[in-house]
């Protein structure tokens, strides 16, 4: 099956940046949507943003729109989130997950990653 692993995560100062990176395996990133989650101490898991498998169009929940860009390299086989203007707020686990040929109207993903750790602190 296929594989997500992120990374990039790490401790970061209210301001700061992280790009995270979330690379697959067993099959190629095109054609998938993918997805960034975040889950934030004590709370439930919620979408970050999302790269359509069909037309990469994006789409971003409201509390990020304008600091975070969801992107893809499908040569590399990764997807991207450049988070910018880290708040505290920002803190939690980031999951990627995918959906061959999907768009972001997605409800149900058929693979998740391990997840990586964003701390914003000061």
């Known amino acids: 099956q296929a594989q997500l692993v992120e990374s990039g995560g790490g401790l970061v100062q209210p301001g700061g940046s992280l790009r995270l990176s979330c690379v697959m395996s067993?099959?190629?990133?095109?054609?998938?949507?993918i997805g960034w989650f975040r889950q934030a101490p004590g709370k439930e898991r919620a979408r970050v943003s999302c790269?359509?498998?069909?037309?990469?169009?994006?789409t971003y929940a409201d509390a990020v729109k304008g600091r975070f860009t969801i992107s893809r390299d499908d040569a590399k086989n990764t997807a991207y989130l450049q988070m910018n203007s880290l708040e505290p707020e920002d803190t939690g686990v980031y999951y990627c997950?995918?959906?061959?040929?999907?768009?972001?109207?997605?409800?149900?993903?058929?693979?998740w990653g391990q997840g990586t750790q964003v701390t914003v602190s000061s």
């Open positions: 790269i359509s498998g069909k037309d990469s169009s994006t």
């Open positions: 067993g099959f190629t990133l095109d054609y998938y949507a």
């Open positions: 997950a995918a959906l061959y040929w999907s768009d972001c109207n997605v409800r149900d993903w058929d693979y």
